[in-house]
């Protein structure tokens, strides 16, 4: 490591920000690398700090990629929380900016549903990252529950689930095999929540 690359001491107490700087590095790592690709080395070298600093704010590599997640996923419910609109006419809306959402973040999307294989990487994903990703999509929920304002509560999020399946679709679509021609994104979006909605 070069001394241009070592990071600052920082002052006593200040813990918290050389955790926030390791997820702030790995998460610019991984819009433009694989994740397979990630190491405790590249992320701490990237930071600028030795190795063993990871592991005074992470057990392991697999928990700084959910702290990794848990941010990305912060970002894309600040997203939609900002779309205007009423009725179907914000369905779409927030639907349209998932799509962009998508497409603008690359790297980041894969990441954020990645299902890890590294056999470091625990089976089942921790529930903070679960609680995190319904909060993600609490705007759309909440634009189908209005709606759909006889629906149940069950009714609302099964609704809603089945057009995140469908944007998730056409978003991984998109990345896999960008040669394919799909349909205008405006016109899919307004069928889909014709059909989904009703």
């Known amino acids: 490591m070069t001394v241009e690359n070592r990071r600052a001491r920082s002052p006593r107490g200040s813990g918290d920000d050389l955790r926030d700087a390791l997820v702030t590095a790995t998460a610019k790592l991984l819009e433009t690398h694989d994740l397979n690709a990630l190491s405790v080395r590249t992320v701490t070298s990237a930071t ?28 894309l419910r600040d997203r939609l929380t900002a779309v205007d609109g009423t009725g179907r006419d914000r369905v779409k809306a927030l639907a349209l900016a998932y799509l962009a959402y998508a497409r603008e973040y690359e790297g980041r999307y894969a990441v954020m549903f990645h299902a890890h294989r590294r056999t ?79």
């Not at 190795?51 to 996923?73: G, M, S």
């Open 48 to 75: 600028g700090v030795s190795p063993t600093a990871l592991y005074l704010h992470f057990t392991d590599l697999p928990e700084l990629l959910r702290a990794v997640k848990a941010r990305f996923f912060s970002d």
């Open 120 to 198: 470091d990487a625990p089976s089942t994903p921790a529930a903070e990252l679960v609680e995190l990703g319904w909060a993600a999509f609490e705007p759309l929920i909440a634009a189908v529950g209005a709606v759909l304002p006889d629906a149940s509560v069950d009714e609302i999020r099964e609704t809603s689930l089945e057009l995140w399946l469908a944007l998730h679709g056409r978003a991984q679509l998109s990345v896999a095999m960008p040669w394919f021609e799909l349909p205008d994104e405006d016109r899919y979006v307004d069928r889909l929540v014709r059909q989904v909605l009703g």
